[in-house]
């Protein structure tokens, strides 16, 4: 029986393990997605911060458009002087030149405000693309993280079922049917060990007796407790 209850043992680690790794294999494809929407948000952000600019030099070159009509139609006024007959007209004519003016200065007045908000955006869009890039450069890092562990896993997993399938064939067929019977149940948990009179599945005291049974362990012998097979390491701690 000690040779089959350490058979079991070591079957029960495997099955453990195998947990883990399914856990690990199953929480993969949820941290790939969340580290993919950090990526597009970076990407977005950059993006409108881009779009900004664009705006900016866009609306910046309508502004130069409306200058050169502006200073186009002063040109055409004052081309005009030379063919004004009266004072009034002359009048007239040099008041639509001083609006026109007027207009124009404002004009390139606004267009210094852009080209200073152009400057400003050019100088924070370089700012973002450095950060942009770093934080691109973690995520990317990350993702080969994830997928070197995944990888890890899947080589750990093909090693822990070929082992698991060696044990199976080696312990006793009804031996293996009650630690499934039980594993079902216990959260995955067939066997524990005992320490300090202490069953450690379910953490209840053992009675003295059942305690030097089991660290003799010559008969199978289950927690009165939580009904798990129990066994003992042999690690010195007798008490």
Request: glycine share 4%.
């Amino acid at each position: 029986m000690k040779e089959q209850l350490e058979l079991l043992w070591e079957l029960q680690k495997i099955d453990l393990d195998l947990k883990q790794i399914k856990e690990e294999r199953d929480r993969f494809p949820k941290e790939m997605k969340k580290l993919e929407e950090k990526q597009n948000l970076e990407k977005e952000r950059f993006q409108k911060e881009k779009e900004k600019l664009e705006s900016l030099e866009k609306e910046r070159r309508k502004k130069e458009r409306d200058l050169l009509m502006e200073q186009d139609k002063i040109k055409k006024a004052e081309g005009k002087m030379s063919e004004v007959k009266t004072n009034k007209e002359y009048q007239a004519l040099l008041t639509e030149i001083e609006t026109i003016k007027e207009s124009a200065g404002r004009i390139e007045e606004e267009i210094l405000m852009v080209l200073e908000e152009i400057d400003e955006t050019k100088k924070h869009l370089m700012k973002k693309e450095k950060e942009m890039k770093a934080n691109l450069e973690k995520i990317e890092a990350e993702r080969k993280r994830i997928e070197e562990r995944l990888a890890e896993g899947e080589r750990a997993w093909k090693e822990k079922m070929e082992r698991k399938d060696v044990l199976s064939k080696q312990i006793d067929s009804s031996l293996i049917k009650l630690y499934n019977t039980l594993k079902e149940k216990r959260q995955g948990i067939g066997i524990v060990s005992v320490k300090k009179e202490t069953c450690q599945g379910c953490f209840v005291h053992v009675p003295p007796q059942m305690f030097i049974e089991v660290q003799k362990t010559n008969s199978l012998i289950r927690c009165p407790n939580c009904n798990r097979i129990l066994y003992f390491e042999g690690d010195g701690e007798k008490g």
